[in-house]
């Protein structure tokens, strides 16, 4: 949480984000379900060097921005290799195996961090 | 870029994503101007304690992952407040005022950590 504020320290050099949107996103049975998956994912992954795990903020609206997601979970890896294979890794097959039938709709980006 | 595996050590309580997708993605021109413009906010911005920026990564293409942006810019903020704050921040308004009529899109997310 506090890291330093500094451009050479950025938060990684492969920045993995992605943003679920829930079938029932107020049924409480499946938020649980789905934070239990994705908490067992945090503790257990062994290639991320760090993660956020959130849920939509209560900003402003403007026309820009997308409110409209459930949950929004970002690892950061050393490189694009360490996300390959985090894509077949046991922990992530586990996550997709317990969550998947919850969510409707997912988006996915990936980004290379540009030397500043 | 050596941030510890720590649950209790994420990436911020607030995270703010922004996804731009350039007019001219392959021109050279544009890409400069862009690059410089946000190069100035991540240097002189006083709200954020840490940023990623970088541009899409050449993963492997699946139905879910949005491969098509030309940039990523993410500030992670203390909280709510200090994220309203940058909103009217000067470093802020510079860079739409110098950036904007580069991009034909943008999307914000924002998101607020969990407890893990």
Redesign the interface.
């Known amino acids: ?5 500094n ?9 993995h ?1 992605v ?1 679920f949107w829930l079938k029932n996103p107020d049924n409480l049975e499946n938020t649980n379900a789905f ?1 239990k998956a994705i ?1 067992k994912l ?2 257990t992954n062994p290639q ?13 609206e ?1 026309a ?4 409209s ?1 459930t949950y ?1 979970y ?1 690892m ?1 890896f050393s490189d ?1 290799k360490t ?2 294979t985090y ?1 077949t890794d046991p922990t992530h097959e586990l996550f997709i195996k317990e969550a998947a039938h919850l969510w409707e709709r ?9 030397t ?1």
């Not at 949480?1 to 504020?5: A, G, R, T």
């Not at 451009?7 to 920045?15: A, C, K, L, Q, S």
């Open positions: 949480m506090m890291i330093k504020k451009i050479e320290n950025t938060t990684g050099p492969f920045v984000s943003y934070e908490r945090i503790r991320a060097t760090s993660n956020h795990f959130g849920k939509a903020a209560e900003v402003e403007r820009v921005v997308d409110n997601f929004f970002m950061i694009l996300q390959n894509q997912v988006i996915v980006y990936d980004s290379i961090s540009e500043t």
